[in-house]
């Protein structure tokens, strides 16, 4: 794809997401009655304004991301509000609300994309039956002469256990403790009933033993209503392995997977070019992705700012300005180490 188009693809993508993110902060602070002086698409000087009640819609000259403004927001220059009024001003939990707001609406633009994602296609995966869908060449299978179309019956690892699959993921969960010796399947070819005797082979780069054969997909047609629980799958399945992969990181695990933004405007432009569905699904998957990374309890994202909130209400006073100033530096100073390894990890995958 031209490298241009890559671009604006790339930026309206992140623009899409960001705007949506601070839509909801807006929408939650004029709920709860606070003021908001402009809500900004885009930044750099103002080329369209449009005053809508109290607060200013603007566009702004750089055609990326967006802000609101609200009373009593640290750095906000709005003066002559009543306190009550400002962010700092109403109960607790309504800043609460209003601070995990953009993350929510995050969410549930993933939630919305992944329903409309299987809603178009009409259909999902189904457990796969235990039959060999496809054998990797040269691989154990290859050699003791596995085909495609055989389907496994029986599976006898090498301390006796045997397991008799109903879905390929049977065979998958069996190897789940594999560390050596031979495997014997009993596969059903036609009339005939096969044993094969395997080795399985351990694969440096996936750290696992592989025996070198596939399933066979297997898809279900579904209603339209069905979408909307299939969608929901989806989204907690993903946010499972967001925030697990998460984890690993700060355990140190997958640290060379980390990506920047490099990185994302890479996968962007792929995933623009295989067409607009897994455009939209991209979306999705990036929105999730910000909305739970921003809920996160540091400094400076809206989880940390949610965490300086609950403090302030279980000690009965409000952390000083000073104090305030000093985490979110400290939270900055973390996201600017963070992106700059990770800009250093994209460098280091195109050389």
Known sequence: MDILISFIVFVVVL????????????????KFGVYCSEFSIGMGPAIYQYKKSETTISIRALPLGGYVQMAGEEGSDIEGIPFERTINGIKTWKQVVVMAAGATLNILLAFAIFIGVVMARGYVSAPSDPVVG???????????????????VKMVLPDGEEIIPETFDDL???????????VIYTIERGSETINFVVEPQYDETLQR???????QPKVRAIAWYESFYYGAEMLFEMMGQIIQAFGNLIRGVG?????????IYQATSQVASEGLNALILWVGLLSLNIGIFNLF???????????IVIIEKLIGRRISEKIQTAIMLAGLALIVLLMVFATANDIGRLF
């Open 172 to 182: 998958v969960n069996g190897m789940s403790n594999y560390t050596g010796g031979s």
């Open 15 to 30: 623009s899409i997401i960001i705007i949506i993110h601070e839509l909801g902060h807006l929408i939650a602070a004029k």
């Open 255 to 263: 640290l060379q997977d980390v990506s920047g933004p490099i990185g």
């Open 297 to 307: 309890p540091i400094p400076i994202l809206d989880g940390g700012r949610i965490i």
């Open 134 to 152: 496809s054998v990797v060449e040269n691989s154990p299978a290859a050699t003791v002469g596995m085909m495609e179309g055989d389907r496994i």
């Open 209 to 215: 033993y592989l025996v070198g054969f596939n399933s």
